[in-house]
């Protein structure tokens, strides 16, 4: 599970019966060092498969890898992630930042 930024969603003309009700955003992941401010290189931008009613600017959680096509049949993946909760706060223990910087 990583910290990911929500902007923007993905509009479909036309989507399989699966994509209704659900949203697709385009999430960017986090490092640390993004969320501590020292660094604002972005990483690779991800489409998420979204359900909980975050918007453009949110923060969440996601999950990668076979996590993020639960809902669908084993065989298809159609989304890079699954946006798993959204995130009202992120707080840092400065002390344990010096430890992972050492």
């Known amino acids: 599970m990583r910290i990911a930024k929500i902007i923007g969603s993905v509009t479909l003309n036309r989507c399989h019966p699966t994509f209704e009700g659900t949203n697709l955003r385009l999430v960017i992941p986090q490092t640390l060092d993004n969320l501590i401010g020292t660094n604002d290189t972005e990483s690779d931008t991800l489409v998420g498969w979204e ?18 096509s639960q809902p669908f049949r084993p065989e298809i993946k159609p989304v890079d992630c699954y946006v798993s909760a959204i995130l009202d706060n992120v707080s840092l223990d400065p002390t344990a930042l010096k430890q992972i910087k050492n």
Request: glycine content about 22%.
């Open 51 to 68: 359900e909980l009613g975050s918007g453009s600017g949110s923060t969440v959680a996601i999950a990668e890898g076979p996590e993020a």
